[in-house]
């Protein structure tokens, strides 16, 4: 059974950080491409961030360069998301998603419950 469960989420101030955790079982975790994405009301899902589970591929959205972290741990199946410097348009549910990178895994494609990330004062 595949699963995705992030965790970390929850109330930060303009310019505070916070460390999302996303923890993988089900899969053959250095198969697949792990990302975070985020999600507000009305508007479309955005990429934040992408690492390949071998060859330490990364990419980030422009809104995040600089700020956000994404960092993986193959010993415990966990893909993380380090964000500094948080602002309130980073308000959103941050999204895990595990998307299959070889011939055999391809076109598989998983999705976490999401976990709440809100920045006010």
């Known amino acids: 059974q595949v699963q995705l469960v992030e965790s970390g989420g929850g109330l930060a101030q303009p310019g505070g950080s916070l460390r999302l955790s996303c923890t993988a079982s089900?899969?053959?975790?250095?198969?697949?491409?792990m990302s975070w994405y985020r999600q507000t009301p009305g508007k479309e899902r955005e990429l934040v961030a992408t690492?390949?589970?071998?060859?330490?591929?990364?990419n980030y959205a422009d809104s995040v360069k600089g700020r956000f972290t994404i960092s993986r741990d193959i010993a415990y199946n966990s893909v993380y998301l380090e964000m500094n410097s948080l602002k309130p348009e980073d308000t959103a549910v941050y999204l895990c998603?595990?998307?299959?990178?070889?011939?055999?895994?391809?076109?598989?494609?998983?999705w976490g419950q999401g976990t709440q990330v809100t920045v006010s004062s």
């Open positions: 998603n595990a998307r299959g990178i070889t011939i055999m895994t391809r076109g598989y494609d998983y």
């Open positions: 089900g899969f053959t975790f250095s198969n697949y491409a």
């Open positions: 690492i390949i589970s071998t060859g330490g591929w990364i």
